[in-house]
């Protein structure tokens, strides 16, 4: 039976396979970035500077984690806080935040308090100083939990 309008004519079965192989790689470069982009965790809180001034000094901070670095967590302060105008971002163990909520814990650059029953203290320690900085509890508990869920893990 000749091709016509009604009857294409078939394809081969190289092109189909070849068709069939681009469309199933789509399809995993797409499942692969949009696992990437579930397995960040981002929260925006607000945090207090706590200084000799009487008066906090609230500031916006990001606190981040990556399905990539299960074991670490980030708080990124904004650019104004550095001397150098960038990001000033922290990098340590998501343990040692979670843990600090219920006692004292920390022995290096990083440690963690709670302060009252709502509030946590975080104090940095570098080369340039100490900055402490104080969070609602509720914000770090929130954003701990979300690194916990199933959405966050590689697969």
């Not at 681009?22 to 925006?44: C, G, I, S």
Request: charged share 20%.
């Amino acid at each position: 039976m000749p091709a016509t309008a009604e009857n294409p004519p078939a394809a081969s079965t190289a092109t189909a396979a070849a068709t069939a192989a681009t469309t199933t790689a789509a399809l995993a470069v797409a499942a692969t970035a949009a696992r990437a982009v579930a397995a960040v965790v981002e929260e925006r809180v607000s945090a207090r500077v706590v200084t000799d001034d009487p008066l906090y000094r609230k500031i916006p901070v990001a606190l981040r984690f990556a399905a990539a670095e299960p074991l670490a967590v980030r708080i990124v302060f904004p650019p104004g806080l550095s001397p150098e105008g960038t990001d000033n971002e922290w990098v340590f163990p998501r343990a040692l935040l979670e843990a600090g909520l219920q006692a004292p814990t920390g022995t290096g650059d990083v440690r963690v308090w709670p302060c009252g029953r709502v509030q946590a203290v975080v104090e940095l320690h570098s080369p340039e100083g100490v900055a402490v900085v104080q969070f609602d509890i509720a914000s770090l508990r929130r954003f701990l939990r979300r690194t916990y869920a199933p959405v966050t893990r590689p697969g």
